[in-house]
């Protein structure tokens, strides 16, 4: 297993993990993933036997991004890395992988910022990312409705 920067060869893998992952993680198109493979701060894949199992776009709050839950992270904090989305292929879910990428993403920015930031869905529910980030040490720090309340999320961060 390796984990790496994406490259412009991994975005149908990342797009097909990603839309597997709907409605767990918001579902975007092709041009989404193109566009943020140039300007989010962390986009890195797990790799293994030359396959990309999973994926995770992170985003400073210096990013041009409209997302209402990294807006409402940059109104409320100075400095973070805010976790826009992390998926790993259901074939491949508990096998460490999700917990890699954050290691990953905890070592290459505890010199830019000292609190990751992100959301979990819990409505519609998505229980199981919950536990994840409570026992990666993710504490709640608030509720935020979206999509014109059709969607809300648990708003979490966790220092580093």
Known sequence: MIIR???ANDLTAIYTINQDN???VGQVDMDWFKKYLEL??????VEVDQK??????AMLPTTDYKSENFLWFKKNYDSFIYVDRIAISKKHIGKGYGRFLYDDLTKSTKH???????EVNINPPNPESLAFHKKLGFKKVGNLETKNATVTVCLL???I
């Open 157 to 159: 961060e966790k220092s």
């Open 52 to 57: 990309v199992f999973g994926f995770m776009v």
């Open 40 to 45: 989010a701060h962390h986009f890195r894949v």
């Open 22 to 24: 709907v409605p767990h």
């Open 112 to 118: 830019t910022t000292n609190l990751i930031t992100c």
């Open 5 to 7: 920067n994406a490259t």
